[in-house]
């Protein structure tokens, strides 16, 4: 089966760090996706985990665990901007790829 | 620039009218589309996959005869969504992607459909 799941809703202030975590059972799983979305607006991706660790792309970071199905989104200097829904995706090949239900976040000043 | 171009980004119509749905990859081959539906504070739901020449792949529960997928070339996919009721307004997305392999999908900017 396919089950995706992420925290409904975080808070945190403009400049801080935060941390959204996934955790995910798929059949077959070959990668995990992260995007963003702003409400009305069709999702972008942000990174694409393949190998377990750490990839750092500027202020977003992404990590994989593949043995304790287990990813994170790591946003650092938290902007106003980056409120948004997150959502954790995982790739099961042939380029179905299944969403979790995102992760609402608020930046508040 | 937009590599998945997605037409009407916005639709309201009577209830009982068919809508039609465009996606085109603008500047590579696609021979698989997807489409997604999502309802206000929900995940991307995968609605069918599009194949281009041959039958679109449905998920379960989707009905196929309610929303036919055309993917008559390999830089266009249609949906459209037949005697459209009101239970059918959702934020409807395609998406594409641009090689082989697990890369990450291109989405089109998504219509808004609300029957009345």
């Known amino acids: 089966g396919q089950n995706i799941d992420q925290p409904t809703e975080m808070t945190a202030t403009e400049g801080a760090i935060v941390q959204i975590n996934c955790t995910y059972q798929?059949?077959?799983?070959?990668?995990l996706f992260w995007y963003q979305q702003h409400a009305g607006e069709a999702p972008t991706f942000l990174s694409y985990?393949?190998?377990?660790g750490l990839e750092e792309k500027g202020r977003f970071s992404s990590f994989l665990s593949r043995s304790k199905g287990y990813s994170y989104l790591l946003l650092k200097e938290l902007q106003m901007k980056d409120s948004a829904s997150y959502l954790c995706?995982?790739?099961?090949?042939?380029?179905?790829?299944?969403f979790g239900a995102g992760t609402r976040l608020f930046v508040k000043a | 620039g937009a590599v998945v171009s997605q037409h009407p980004s916005w639709v309201i119509c009577k209830s009982g009218t068919s809508v039609k749905i465009e996606c085109r990859s603008l500047?590579?081959?696609?021979?698989?589309m997807f489409w997604y539906r999502q309802f206000p504070k929900q995940s991307l739901m995968l609605m069918a996959t599009?194949?281009?020449?041959?039958?679109?792949?449905?998920e379960q529960g989707v009905e196929k005869d309610k929303f036919l997928i055309n993917h008559a070339s390999l830089t266009l996919s249609t949906l459209t969504v037949t005697s459209a009721h009101p239970e059918d307004s959702s934020f409807y997305i395609c998406?594409?992607?641009?090689?082989?392999?697990?890369?990450?999908?291109?989405f089109g900017d998504g219509t808004r459909l609300s029957i009345l």
């Open positions: 995706a995982g790739s099961t090949g042939g380029f179905k790829t299944i």
């Open positions: 500047d590579f081959q696609a021979t698989t």
């Open positions: 985990n393949v190998l377990d």
């Open positions: 599009s194949n281009e020449g041959s039958k679109a792949t449905y």
């Open positions: 798929t059949s077959g799983f070959n990668g």
């Open positions: 998406s594409a992607g641009a090689g082989m392999g697990n890369q990450p999908q291109h």
